[in-house]
C-alpha cells in the first residue's frame, strides 16, 4: 500500500520559517517526481513545488520562488519543503503526492497518490 506522510506544518509569525516533510512508503517505481500542494480558505488547490526522485530536477509556482526550497533524501524516502520569509498568504493546508512518471509538473491532476495534509497558519 501507498503511503504518504506529511508534517510539520504549525502556527508560524510572518517573516517565519518551517519545514514540512513528506515521508513515502510502498511505492518502488524507480521515476517519480513528490510535489507539494497547498489549499487556502476558500481557494482551489494548487501546486506549490515538486522534486523528481531520480535526477532531482525541480519545479516550483512562482509566488514561492526565492522563499521555498523542496529537497529529498533518497536514502530516507523522504522529501522537505523548507520554507522562509512565511506570508499570511502562504496560510494553507499542505499536502504532498506522488507523479509516478518521468516528469516534473504542478498540476494536481496528474498526481496519483495523496498524503493528509498538514496545517500551515502564517499569522501574529
Known amino acids: 500500500e501507498v503511503q504518504l506522510q506529511a508534517f510539520g506544518g504549525g502556527l508560524v509569525p510572518p517573516g517565519g520559517s518551517l519545514r514540512l516533510s513528506c515521508v513515502v512508503s510502498?511505492?518502488?517505481?524507480?521515476?517519480?517526481?513528490i510535489g507539494w500542494f497547498r489549499q487556502g480558505p476558500g481557494k482551489e488547490r494548487e501546486g506549490v513545488a515538486c522534486?523528481?526522485?531520480?535526477?532531482?530536477?525541480?519545479l516550483y509556482t512562482n509566488t514561492v520562488k526565492g522563499r521555498f526550497t523542496v529537497s529529498r533524501n533518497n536514502a530516507e524516502n523522504t522529501v522537505y519543503l523548507q520554507m522562509d520569509n512565511l506570508k499570511p498568504e502562504d496560510t494553507a493546508v499542505y499536502y504532498c503526492?506522488?507523479?509516478?512518471?518521468?516528469?516534473?509538473?504542478?498540476?494536481?491532476?496528474?498526481?496519483?497518490?495523496w498524503g493528509q495534509g498538514t496545517l500551515v497558519t502564517v499569522s501574529s
Open positions: 503526492a506522488i507523479l509516478p512518471t518521468l516528469m516534473v509538473s504542478l498540476r494536481p491532476d496528474r498526481y496519483t497518490y
Open positions: 522534486v523528481a526522485h531520480d535526477d532531482g530536477s525541480t
Open positions: 510502498g511505492f518502488t517505481e524507480r521515476y517519480y517526481t
